[in-house]
């Protein structure tokens, strides 16, 4: 499984995520949040689980934890 980049495990805002996106080559336009880290997610190697914890993970590294914490399924 490949190492997350964490970021001090703080909120990330679009701009961060897209030019994380973009640097994975990822072409964000205009897809939601949600969608764009999933698919940063896929592109490192990850499943795309964004916003689908209930409050746990396994993946103490990502750097997305507290985003997806706060996301409602």
Known sequence: ???AKTIDNKSMKMPE????AQALGIT????KKPELI??????????PCFGTSNGE????????MEDCF???T
């Open 38 to 47: 999933r698919s940063i997610q896929i592109a490192e190697g990850y499943m």
């Open 17 to 20: 995520i897209k030019r994380k």
């Open 28 to 31: 964000p336009g205009k897809m």
């Open 57 to 64: 993970c396994a993946q103490t590294n990502c750097c997305f």
């Open 1 to 3: 499984m490949p190492v």
């Open 70 to 72: 706060k996301q409602k």
